[in-house]
Nanobody, 123 residues
Framework: VQLQASGGGLVQAGGSLRLACAASRRTFSNNAVAWFRQAPGQEREFVAS????????DYADSVKGRFSISRDNAKNTVYLQMDSLRPEDTAVYSCAANLRPVGGRTAGEHRYWGQGTLVTVSS
């Protein structure tokens, strides 16, 4: 599975962005998918995850209530809607697919990774 993340950019604090993670070569409709982010000089951190059919989602406390993860398996795409963005959300965001249909929060359990997309939130 190859993953391609897109949708990053520059936005003012309080604004919104929608990231997309598209799979190619084969479907990832049986896999849980997660978003991670890494800010400059910081470790990569979990942001959100979604189960294979969208029935289970999980969010980091720092984004809960502001971000929403969803998926369209017909389009082989997972989305991350980010609202009420803050400067501390500035990071490179990457999507990753788990081998299992329901995943966790650790990077190590995710087998396939896309390249990151940069999100910059100005104050």
């Amino acid at each position: 599975v190859q993953l391609q993340a897109s949708g990053g950019g520059l936005v003012q604090a309080g604004g919104s962005l929608r990231l997309a993670c598209a799979a190619s070569r084969r479907t990832f409709s049986n896999n849980a998918v997660a978003w991670f982010r890494q800010a400059p000089g910081q470790e990569r951190e979990f942001v959100a995850s979604i189960s294979w059919n969208g029935g289970r989602t999980d969010y980091a406390d720092s984004v809960k209530g502001r971000f929403s993860i969803s998926r369209d398996n017909a389009k082989n795409t997972v989305y991350l809607q980010m609202d009420s963005l803050r400067p501390e959300d500035t990071a490179v965001y990457s999507c990753a697919a788990n081998l299992r249909p329901v995943g966790g929060r650790t990077a190590g359990e995710h087998r396939y990774w896309g390249q990151g997309t940069l999100v910059t939130v100005s104050s």
